[in-house]
């Protein structure tokens, strides 16, 4: 008889673990509050440049500082798109 109480506590122990363990992965754990810097995005003056002084170069020289000049652009833009998701820029 005394077996008996053994193996029906063994099973009682068993079932009251297997019930804590349903209830802590159903509560799960609680959320990280995850803290965002704050960033401002101040953009530089650029310096503005007369078709005077554009003159002198030639129109390959030209084309070429024009397409840096766009690439430069592109980069800034997708630099802050990429800023304003991990980071609260204020607007």
Known sequence: MNSYRLIESAWT????AVLVAIM??????TE??????IVT???PVLPTVT?????????????SL?????????MV?????IIREI???PE
């Not at 078709?51 to 084309?63: C, F, N």
């Not at 833009?77 to 798109?81: P, T």
């Open 66 to 74: 024009r397409l840096r000049d766009l690439m430069l652009h592109n």
């Open 13 to 16: 122990l068993a079932i009251v």
């Open 51 to 63: 078709a005077l002084e554009l003159e002198p170069i030639s129109a390959e020289t030209y084309r």
């Open 32 to 37: 990280v509050q995850c803290i965002r810097p």
């Open 24 to 29: 802590w992965a159903l509560t799960g754990c």
């Open 77 to 81: 833009e997708e630099r802050d798109i």
């Open 87 to 89: 980071a609260e820029v």
């Open 41 to 43: 995005l101040d953009r």
